[in-house]
């Protein structure tokens, strides 16, 4: 593993040069934000029409087209939604500088061969492992969010060089910036969305709501133990690991956790885990997901609908509401 810090910014990676940040959303507004309160001259590009452009005028920026924004920029951040992102890739390659650097914030378009960048591009990733609100606020605070770094094509041989000074500008050293792959990145990230983060958990809340509802509990008892409650136990992980977890819940809890845990998240689990994960490997999730882009997202639309129709989220609604401070 190797983790740079601030002491390791090579000072002249990058000085002078101007940064086209394509896309103006969670993370292109905070990169875009850092870079400039970096000191960097920042030209943001956007579709015509699109709903961030009046944001990023509000904020300061030159807005103009992705074609346009390109030419002249040393760097160009690619960071509109992936599915986006190949197209986008082919309305701007013609007005790339020779020599200048391709960034992404996810690998997803490189590695699954969505994107052939021209071989005198650098091509380089720098993922903040956080939100893109979180990434500004803690740079506005003088801290930084961690990022991985990984070099794809290093056509000058400044690749790494000025993927780290951008890390650098956002923030990233503070945190640390540890290196990686678009391989590892791309892979791990989507495991990790598919399994634990986002579809594991929310299916493990889920589940457990209608366990409790179905034995003859009251929804809104079950919705705090299963949904509410789960902010507790993530906030002492996320501070602390497991032991800070154990040490600051009942040992009742402990006991349930390491007798009962095992049980429910079993050896079956994590088959299903090992399928998951050689899914994203092999790229049958890519392009499933890319076909369901190309065919106009009914099958994804469907999903999403039962799943926000799940009576877990009509009882957390009206929870919800009656909690001022979550409102804030």
Request: with cysteine; aromatic share 8%.
């Amino acid at each position: 593993m190797q983790m740079y810090l601030e002491s390791d910014v090579d000072a002249h990676a990058l000085v002078g040069e101007r940064i086209a940040v394509l896309g103006y959303g969670s993370q292109g507004r905070a990169h875009a934000l850092n870079l400039r309160d970096s000191g960097f001259d920042v030209v943001v590009g956007l579709r015509s029409g699109g709903k961030t452009w009046a944001r990023a005028e509000h904020d300061g920026f030159a807005v103009c087209s992705p074609a346009e924004a390109t030419p002249g920029a040393g760097l160009v951040a690619f960071l509109v939604p992936d599915m986006a992102q190949a197209r986008l890739y082919a309305d701007i390659e013609a007005h790339l500088r020779q020599g200048s650097t391709l960034l992404f914030a996810h690998g997803f378009n490189i590695h699954y061969g969505r994107i052939d960048p021209r071989a005198d591009l650098d091509v380089v990733l720098i993922a903040p492992k956080g939100p893109g609100d979180l990434v500004r606020r803690q740079y506005e605070a003088g801290r930084g969010v961690p990022c991985l770094l990984a070099v794809s094509q290093d056509a000058t041989g400044n690749a790494q060089d000025r993927a780290l000074g951008y890390a650098h500008h956002i923030g990233g050293t503070r945190g640390g910036v540890l290196t990686t792959t678009f391989a590892e990145e791309t892979e791990t990230d989507l495991f990790g969305e598919q399994a634990v983060l986002c579809g594991g958990a929310t299916e493990l809340i889920v589940r457990g709501f209608e366990t409790l509802v179905e034995a003859g509990y009251q929804p809104e008892v079950a919705y705090f133990e299963c949904m509410h409650e789960m902010k507790l136990i993530v906030d002492l992980l996320h501070e602390g690991g497991l032991k800070k977890m154990h040490e600051f819940v009942s040992e009742t809890a402990k006991f349930g956790d390491l007798t009962r845990g095992p049980r429910i998240i079993d050896d079956h689990v994590k088959a299903s885990m090992r399928t998951v994960l050689k899914e994203v490997q092999d790229g049958t999730f890519a392009r499933e997901w890319i076909e369901e882009n190309e065919s106009g997202l009914n099958g994804y639309k469907r999903l999403l609908k039962e799943d926000l129709d799940n009576p877990i989220e009509t009882v957390g609604r009206e929870l919800r509401g009656r909690m001022s401070w979550l409102q804030q």
